[in-house]
């Protein structure tokens, strides 16, 4: 379970986020939505502790996230582009990070293979496309296979088919009781995958609840996100 | 330790780092060969008794450029940005998600560097003072008792160097201008050194005293500066810089 508790950011004058709360809870994938620039990344940022909060709380499970004893065990997160240096090969970033959680070797090899990378492995990231950058991002993320995965715009440079496929893997990791939590500004491509809807504008949590009840009244996802983001009717 | 592991694998995974071993070694090994060349030039002339006390020496103080580049691109790899097509993203994000304490990654990432800032000195003084030893032959210095010290003052200096360079990169967050700054300073113009020709302080500045550690005979030297008290000096400079790069690391947003 992931809880979000009244958060607040400023940066300088800035006010980036005003007293974001919710949840995401095991079993469910839970998507986080709202135009760029709604704080859906901060939001990420703080509960992963890349960026500290004003005030407010995030917690996975009852703790903090940089509290964690076997955080890649824990969480998996995937944040902008492929989170890996460009002189790299995807292979080598992927050991790295797997040393750091005493990750045998083979796991990389497994991640590569579900993410579909085994062949681009021993090139350089910085030849990857954008959408093998995410599933090499994607490929950390699982490295530990986690409890929870923290997702900022997963389908973001993904065909449709890569779209398909992390939709199907999104599913099966909450069907087998794990927490998703994945954040987009892309509707159509979400309606399909999630569980639970939160949409944030201008830093601050317009609508929180089941896909259909978000939904509800709006008739799409679509609709009832310009609806909720712009303040008037589509 | 796992954390060390893990930023001991990134610095041999990353090709930057390989340069940086590169110039480390083949820098004070090709100006030991020129300068003990033209030494024994000298001597087979009779126009000098013997070789200088620092042969040897004085080239590895100049190839500590090469534990710069190691101390400069082990952090500010971490903050090189991908291209906006690609989505825009930093290491430092994933570094930070894998090991969540800020003090743990950045004291796993010093250790990493100061290791490596230690063995490419090794490896730098054998190569160094093997082409000294071939070129110059019976007329190169004799070993004697002053230079297990000063050896392991090359190593020391390498290393400290390394850890100034990469706490530096820490504050900056970019490689570039600590790159240029640092390394112009040991090569080009020394701008530490000029100002030692102001201000006898400026034999305080962390390069300036740690070459205490084993250069002998400094040109136009303006304070006398014992070995151990130019470690010490250079102890200190590396110790409030990693305690300013620790405060601020732990503190800014990543």
């Not at chain 1, 990791?173 to 995958?193: N, Y």
């Not at chain 2, 560097?113 to 490896?123: N, P, Q, W």
Request: aromatic share 4%; with cysteine; proline share 4%.
């Amino acid at each position: 379970m992931i809880t979000i508790d009244n958060l607040v950011k400023r940066r300088g004058s800035a006010k980036i986020l005003s007293g974001v709360s919710f949840r995401a809870r095991p079993g469910r994938v839970t998507g986080l939505l709202g135009p760029n620039g709604a704080g859906k990344s901060s939001t990420l940022r703080i509960l992963l502790g890349l960026d500290r909060a004003t005030s407010g709380t995030a917690l996975i499970g009852s703790v903090p996230f940089v509290k964690l004893r076997d955080p890649l065990a824990t969480v998996g997160a995937m944040l902008d582009g492929s989170g890996a240096h460009r002189a790299r090969t995807g292979r080598a970033h992927l050991r790295w990070v797997a040393r750091s959680a005493g990750l045998p070797r083979a796991r990389v090899d497994e991640v590569l293979e579900i993410v579909g990378l085994t062949n681009a492995a021993s090139k350089r990231v910085g030849g990857y496309s954008l959408g093998m950058g995410r599933r090499l991002g994607l490929a950390t993320a699982l490295l530990g296979d986690p409890e929870i995965l923290v997702l900022d715009e997963p389908v973001n440079g993904l065909d449709p088919d890569g779209i398909r496929w992390i939709r199907t893997l999104l599913r099966e990791r909450a069907a087998s009781g794990r927490t998703v939590l994945l954040s987009s500004h892309l509707m159509g491509e979400l309606a399909a995958t999630v569980d639970d809807v939160v949409v944030v504008n201008e830093g601050k949590v317009v609508a929180d609840g089941t896909l259909d009840e978000v939904t509800g009244p709006y008739g799409t996802l679509e609709d009832a996100f310009f609806a909720l983001t712009t303040g008037g009717a589509p | 330790m796992k954390a060390l592991a893990a930023e001991a694998s990134k610095l041999a995974s990353s090709p930057a780092v390989w340069i940086a071993a590169a110039a480390g070694v083949l820098v004070p090994g090709v100006i030991a060969a020129i300068t003990a060349s033209s030494a024994l030039g000298a001597i087979t002339r009779g126009t000098e008794a013997n070789a200088a006390i620092d042969t040897g020496y004085q080239e590895l103080a100049f190839g500590v450029a090469g534990a710069i580049i190691l101390g400069v691109v082990g952090v500010s790899g971490e903050y090189v940005t991908e291209s906006a097509e690609s989505g825009g993203g930093r290491q430092i994000t994933t570094s930070l998600t894998v090991v969540p304490s800020r003090l743990r990654f950045l004291l796993a990432k010093m250790s990493a560097i100061a290791v490596s800032g230690a063995l490419l000195a090794i490896t730098a003084t054998v190569t160094t003072m093997g082409v000294v030893r071939v070129v110059l032959g019976e007329h190169a210095p004799a070993w004697g008792a002053d230079d297990v010290p000063r050896l392991a003052g090359v190593v020391c200096y390498w290393a400290y160097t390394a850890l100034l360079a990469s706490a530096i990169t820490v504050l900056t967050r970019h490689g570039v201008v600590p790159l240029a700054v640092l390394i112009a300073n040991t090569s080009v113009v020394s701008v530490t050194y000029l100002l030692t020709k102001i201000t006898p302080l400026a034999n305080y500045l962390p390069d300036m005293a740690g070459v205490r550690m084993f250069i002998r005979q400094l040109a136009d030297s303006t304070a006398e500066i014992s070995p151990l008290t130019g470690c010490l000096v250079m102890t200190i400079w590396v110790t409030v810089l990693l305690v300013i790069a620790v405060i601020s690391f732990t503190r800014r947003d990543a």
